[in-house]
């Protein structure tokens, strides 16, 4: 199990808090270059890493970017290490350059500093330019119709609707699928080779344990005149983002820097967002190289079906011992279930205070109307709105229940009563073992619940479809739970 944090990651960070003039020096410089700096000069300019980030005025926020973004991001990775494994990244223009760097961040932290390119250019730089200076320009950044047999994926991200005659992306994969041809290759063979992915679900979303191999044989049936006729995609949206504060204004025309590269120059320079953009990307070096964000990239990999390649370490930073990283895992884990259960008390005192107050609400009140009933909207704002274990698992059993009660109680109508467990049923996220004993279990212990349930089947099949296309099967499906004879051990809520 590879782990990569680094003492000397904590050592060097102490030694930079005695050295705020200088870090001050190094961060203006930054502030000031025209171009975007990258993850690389960023690393140096702030070698020894500072522990919080270099001005004041930065000094209270987060110095890691939230739980959800580290979620997507790693879910991000290993959908590209999955889809096209060990290949080179390229994210295109200023739209994917965010989620570029932190990815890029990532790589590099574990000792793979090749894996990640920027293709500086824009629309203005490639519509419209001759196919020969669109391959000189991809020559520039690796990747050469010679020795594309011989070499890993290239893959350009971009945040496109992959249109054959405008898309900035498909265009250049356009240019060198044509080239390949004209000297003599099956332009299938490109097929795992050179490729686009779309940053924001514009093609199909890489899932866990997808089928890949369908994907790409179809793939491969294609006229390919305009190179693979569909894409696949990451949400990066849920990450890095996209369409985020740029450093500069669009990139230009191209032209023969002096090395002899063909690059596109620069745009407007856009002072008034460097701080900001500079102080992301410290929170993105700073989270990739955190213990738990790589525990994140092998727990998701696990997931998709394939260990994920942790290759080499960085002569940056010093690897702990197994003793250490098993602290930290359990360290990890116990600080995980301390939160689970404080949100599930909190749940659980706020749904009891919302049923606390339906008998003032009165019979002519009508609480649980077609126009929106108390409890059914609670379940859908809570339940739904939060995709998190703990509310997928119980917090629609835990309104059920209180339907119940309420139902007893002559609180709401039987017909009321239907129309809401019509709605749960509808509407409750993806099935999962934790909901269905915990169904099992409310189900047993109501004969309220049983007595509609059996005489209500045909109403919960017939009319559960129009609250939500699932709502008829999510019956059946339950139904069958309810009736077979295995038996199923409850694990407790709370």
């Not at 000792?111 to 824009?122: E, H, I």
């Not at 203005?124 to 050469?144: C, H, P, T, W, Y």
């Not at 693979?228 to 890095?240: F, M, R, V």
Request: aromatic share 10%; proline share 4%.
């Amino acid at each position: 199990m590879i782990r990569f944090i680094s003492k000397l990651f904590l050592i060097c960070s102490v030694v930079a808090l005695a050295q705020p003039e200088d870090m001050s020096t190094k961060t203006q410089a930054l502030l000031k270059m025209h171009g975007r700096p990258t993850i690389e000069q960023i690393e140096k300019a702030f070698d020894p890493w500072p522990p919080i980030f270099p001005i004041l005025s930065f000094h209270k926020s987060p110095n890691t970017v939230s739980e959800a973004q580290k979620t997507a991001l790693a879910r991000n990775i290993v959908s590209l290490e999955k889809a096209y494994p060990g290949g080179r990244y390229a994210f295109l223009g200023r739209d994917s350059v965010q989620i570029g760097q932190a990815i890029d961040a990532f790589y590099r932290s574990i000792g793979q500093p090749d894996r990640v390119v920027l293709l500086n250019a824009s629309g203005g730089s490639i519509r419209g330019a001759d196919d020969s200076i669109l391959l000189k320009f991809l020559e520039s950044i690796g990747l050469n119709v010679r020795t594309i047999d011989h070499d890993r994926p290239f893959i350009v991200i971009d945040n496109t609707g992959y249109a054959a005659r405008s898309s900035q992306s498909r265009t250049l994969v356009t240019a060198f699928y044509n080239a390949y041809a004209a000297l003599g290759g099956d332009k299938r063979n490109l097929i795992q080779k050179v490729a686009v992915v779309a940053t924001q679900g514009q093609g199909t979303l890489i899932e866990s344990n997808p089928d890949l191999q369908s994907y790409f044989e179809g793939q491969r049936k294609g006229s390919l005149t305009y190179g693979p006729d569909n894409l696949l995609s990451i949400n990066a949206q849920a990450s890095a983002g996209t369409y985020t504060a740029e450093w500069h204004g669009p990139f230009r025309t191209f032209y023969v820097n002096s090395e002899g590269k063909t690059v596109a120059s620069l745009g407007e320079n856009s002072e008034e967002t460097h701080l900001g953009i500079l102080f992301s990307l410290y929170q993105w070096i700073n989270t990739v190289r955190t213990f738990t964000f790589q525990m994140q990239i092998n727990e998701t990999a696990e997931a998709f079906g394939f260990k994920f390649p942790w290759k080499g370490d960085s002569t940056k930073y010093v690897p702990l011992s197994k003793e250490e990283l098993e602290a930290l895992d359990k360290k990890a884990k116990e600080d995980a279930a301390k939160v689970r259960e404080e949100r599930f008390k909190a749940m659980k005192a706020e749904f009891k205070n919302m049923v606390a107050k339906l008998p003032e609400l009165g019979p002519d009140k009508e609480p649980f109307s077609d126009n929106g009933n108390s409890i059914y909207q609670w379940i859908k704002s809570n339940g739904y709105g939060h995709q998190t274990e703990i509310n997928s698992k119980w917090i629609i059993l835990f309104s059920l229940e209180g339907t119940i009660r309420a139902f007893e109680n002559k609180k709401i109508s039987p017909r009321d009563f239907r129309r809401i467990i019509k709605r749960v049923l509808a509407f409750y996220p993806k099935q999962n073992e934790g909901f269905d004993i915990g169904f099992k279990k409310l189900f047993a212990s109501s004969p309220t619940l049983q007595k509609v349930w059996q005489e209500k089947k045909d109403y919960f099949v017939d009319e559960g479809h129009k609250s939500g296309p699932s709502g008829s099967k999510n019956y059946l499906r339950l139904n069958e739970i309810l009736n077979s004879s295995c038996v199923i051990k409850l694990e407790e809520a709370g």
